[in-house]
Nanobody
Framework: VQLQASGGGLVQAGGSLRLSCAAS????????MGWFRQAPGKERDFVAG????????TYTDSVKGRFTISRDNAKNTVYLQMNSLKPEDTAVYYC?????????????????WGQGTQVTVSS
């Protein structure tokens, strides 16, 4: 089972990036999915979560209105559209699959983790 995150890179403040997380080895269409991030010297923090059908989403306050999480179960892929990026968004972004249909913002509820993709926002 593997979660492969991609789409990170270097972008100027105010720019946009779209992260993708493709799952292989099994389907996650019945699982909640989430994105987390870890900045240098800091703990891994929750960014966004989506329910198994995509009907429910949740975001950390700092990204509300700027980031959008979505999923395509036919492609076994979850996305994170990031707009109006700020230097404080710089981090390694990880996707994760929850044990159940919803993981929310609790890392302990996520069972599978991807390898991370670096996002760097310059000022």
């Amino acid at each position: 089972v593997q979660l492969q995150a991609s789409g990170g890179g270097l972008v100027q403040a105010g720019g946009s990036l779209r992260l993708s997380c493709a799952a292989s080895g099994r389907t996650f269409s019945n699982n909640g999915m989430g994105w987390f991030r870890q900045a240098p010297g800091k703990e891994r923090d929750f960014v966004a979560g989506i329910s198994w059908r995509g009907g429910s989403t949740t975001y950390t306050d700092s990204v509300k209105g700027r980031f959008t999480i979505s999923r395509d179960n036919a492609k076994n892929t979850v996305y994170l559209q990031m707009n109006s990026l700020k230097p404080e968004d710089t981090a390694v972004y990880y996707c994760a699959a929850a044990r159940l249909s919803w993981g929310g913002d609790e890392a302990r509820l996520y069972h599978y983790w991807g390898q991370g993709t670096q996002v760097t926002v310059s000022s």
